[in-house]
């Protein structure tokens, strides 16, 4: 079964901070790939979605992520996170082809406290 | 001028007690799902329809009953609620979610149920 893993649960930044929250999946055909935020006692927002092309993606709010195929990775940047990025990351992948029911697998998500 | 709109936002009731949640959206999306988000913030999916026809129905009890009158619509009957039913349920739509789509999903603004 696919499964999607972020390796961070908790991450506590001061502002300023660079940030890398890491993402891997589990499926070894072809995939869409998404980031969404979860501010606090909000719903999901898309914060950026590869499907094919340049392997960079840029996102709203700074936030950028690179999909490395070989390492079944998609890793969310943020160069300089600020106190109003504090919120809940989601990585989620849709498998594409045959059998896409267009369902999201979410890894279990991140929270990221800035720190003023 | 909300895109999925999800009623009731808040939902306490008690044990047993039969209710229903429900979803619209107006973006012309052909695809309506239902998510649930527990206590550890861990997203699954639980029902998917494409054009009102059910296309996705995870390992859910049969406590659970979508129903979707027509593409724009999908609600949540849950009967006999349980403790463990306690969670936020969000909606979400994309367009043709039966094949790659470069619309991605939007959510609404979830229903948290609190079964006491």
């Known amino acids: 079964a696919q499964s999607v893993s972020q390796h961070n649960h908790h991450v506590i930044l001061s502002e300023a901070a660079s940030l890398e929250l890491g993402c891997n999946y589990s499926y070894g055909g072809t995939v869409n790939l998404f980031w969404y935020v979860q501010y606090p006692g909000q719903h999901l927002q898309l914060l950026l979605k590869?499907?094919?092309?340049?392997?960079l993606v840029k996102g709203i709010k700074g936030f950028e992520a690179e999909f490395i195929k070989s390492k079944f990775s998609f890793n969310l940047r943020k160069p300089s996170v600020q106190w109003s990025d504090t919120a809940e990351y989601f990585c989620?992948?849709?498998?594409?082809?045959?059998?896409?029911?267009?369902?999201?697998?979410f890894g279990q998500g991140t929270t990221l406290q800035v720190k003023p | 001028d909300t895109a999925v709109s999800q009623t009731p936002k808040y939902l306490v009731t008690q044990m047993g007690n039969d209710k229903s949640i429900k979803c619209e959206q107006n973006l012309g999306h052909d695809t309506m799902y239902w998510y649930k988000q527990d206590s550890k913030k861990f997203l699954k999916i639980m029902f998917s329809y494409n054009n009102k026809e059910l296309i996705i129905n995870e390992t859910v009890p049969n406590r659970f009953s979508p129903k979707s009158p027509d593409k724009a619509h999908l609600n949540l009957h849950i009967n006999s609620l349980e403790l463990g039913d306690s969670a936020v349920y969000f909606c979400?739509?994309?367009?043709?979610?039966?094949?790659?789509?470069?619309?991605?999903?939007?959510f609404g603004s979830g229903t948290r149920l609190t079964v006491v």
């Open positions: 590869y499907f094919s092309g340049d392997p």
């Open positions: 989620a992948v849709n498998v594409r082809g045959s059998g896409n029911t267009g369902k999201l697998i």
């Open positions: 979400a739509s994309s367009l043709s979610g039966g094949r790659p789509s470069n619309y991605g999903y939007t």
